[in-house]
């Protein structure tokens, strides 16, 4: 719908727009936490019946250790990054410079960078983030 996922399983789940921050950590903590307690069954269960193919993945990428898959999205990201969208500013000659979880490039080049960002990952996973642009001061 909008592209927000916390946004979507609100919706789902009948939780009201105020509760955004707090419902973002059940997210995470869903995804990303060793045992499904049971406060989670809800999100898990809308999640199942949603997204059944992503869920199955999630699951087994846990299984043998949950924090495999933390590991493997910030693998697959980094793939992204590094041989998609460096590659393709390298050749359109977009100077820049990487900085922990963002790209940092001048104000011309902005727009392209998010162009390439978007394209890479819909390429690369079906799915466009949602990304921050913050001008330096």
């Known amino acids: 719908e909008d592209g927000d996922c916390y946004n979507f399983f609100m919706k789902e789940l009948g939780e009201k727009p105020e509760k955004r921050a707090q419902f973002k950590l059940t997210f995470l903590v869903y995804l990303f936490s060793e045992w499904l307690y049971p406060w989670l069954r809800n999100l898990d269960h809308v999640f199942q019946r949603q997204f059944p193919e992503l869920h199955k993945l999630i699951k087994e990428k846990k299984r043998g250790d949950y924090r495999d ?25 977009i100077p820049l410079f990487t900085i922990h979880d963002g790209i940092l490039v ?29 001008a330096l001061a």
């Open 69 to 93: 898959l933390a590991i493997y999205l910030q693998k697959l990201e980094a793939q992204i990054i590094i041989d998609n969208v460096i590659l393709a500013a390298k050749s359109k000659k």
């Open 106 to 134: 001048k104000k011309s080049d902005v727009e392209t960078m998010v162009n390439l960002i978007k394209e890479a990952f819909q390429k690369e996973v079906g799915l466009v983030p949602n990304l921050k642009i913050k």
